[in-house]
């Protein structure tokens, strides 16, 4: 039965990891602001909240992520240069990252993980709903996987999470999800949570990846949940306490995703994803193939 419960407006971005994998680029850059292609990695991820209606995005930084404010901010020095030039094609896109949404920011003064992140965004959401959107994981904008959890957080009230299926073999890198079907083909009940597991101790080979839409009672587990794997406070052990216990924030749902996902975690899945959206581009994307099958070809012959 559809109930009717808040509407979603706010969306939550953690970015005060260091980038460790990715050092030395990110020795001074943060990783968000990586490129793909020719945008930063964290731009594709607030045109995702935006396109899902939620222009309202609170960003949890650290230390050294002062260039994210930066490129969300305007730059007048440049802008009036590009006008000066006549160069309308860079100075919409220049100007478009500074009009996207109302962008808001706090430091996480601690790394204490994932969980803590969340935490330190409660005094902006207060008791509404919200979605948190990882910027290591670029979602499609073809398939709207935020935007279907928002219609199931709707529909069922408490906690979406979004899930894929994966290999087995690499399921301990990922938390990890217990279902029970529902009458959609594509929304699952969680029934428990496990984070990074070995694979012989999975419960499935459903894996949770970077999109959250939460229950604000989430807020009231995480302060007091206690570190966990890695030493730090993980946001799945707080959603296993809203699995198992219903009455504290409603139940827990997944919508498994079959859609295209870019992995920007990763130095090899980062160059992929690169090398995949760049083939899609209507200006890059002819003359870019062409260069790849050459290049493969060579690289084939040469074996």
């Known amino acids: 039965m559809t109930q009717s419960h808040p509407r979603i407006s706010k969306a939550v ?10 050092l030395p680029a990110t020795k001074a850059t943060p990783k968000e602001m990586l490129p793909v292609v020719d945008k930063p990695a964290i731009q594709y991820v607030v045109e995702e909240a935006v396109a899902a209606g939620l222009g309202d995005v609170l960003m949890v930084t650290g230390r050294n992520k002062r260039p994210l404010e930066d490129h969300f901010d305007r730059n007048y020095e440049l802008e009036s240069a590009l006008q000066k030039k006549g160069d309308a094609d860079r ?70 999470i979004a899930l894929m299926e994966v290999a087995p ?81 409603g139940p827990v749902h997944g919508v498994v995703f079959k859609g295209r996902r870019y992995d920007t975690g990763d130095r090899g899945d980062y160059l992929r994803a690169i090398v995949r959206l760049a083939c899609e581009r209507e200006d890059l994307g002819p003359d870019f193939r062409t260069w790849l099958r050459s290049y493969v070809a060579e690289e084939m012959q040469g074996r």
């Open 13 to 22: 971005i953690p970015a005060a990891g260091l980038g460790t994998r990715f």
């Open 91 to 160: 100075l919409a896109k220049v100007q478009e990252s500074s009009d996207l949404a109302m962008i808001h920011y706090v430091r996480q003064g601690d790394p204490k993980g994932l969980g803590h992140a969340v935490l330190c965004a409660a005094p902006h959401v207060g008791h509404e709903p919200f979605a948190v959107l990882l910027g290591d994981d670029l979602i499609d904008p073809r398939d709207p996987l935020l935007q279907r959890m928002i219609d199931v957080q709707e529909q069922y009230g408490g906690s979406v």
């Open 169 to 249: 073999e690499q399921i301990h890198l990922y938390g990890c999800a217990a279902v029970e079907a529902t009458e959609d083909s594509d929304v699952v009940k969680v029934a428990g949570l496990v984070e990074k597991p070995d694979a012989a101790d999975a419960p499935s080979n459903y894996a949770i990846i970077g999109r959250y839409v939460l229950d604000p009672n989430i807020f009231g587990i995480l302060r007091t949940t206690e570190p966990g794997r890695g030493g730090e406070i993980q946001l799945t052990d707080a959603l296993q306490q809203l699995a198992a216990d219903e009455k504290t924030g």
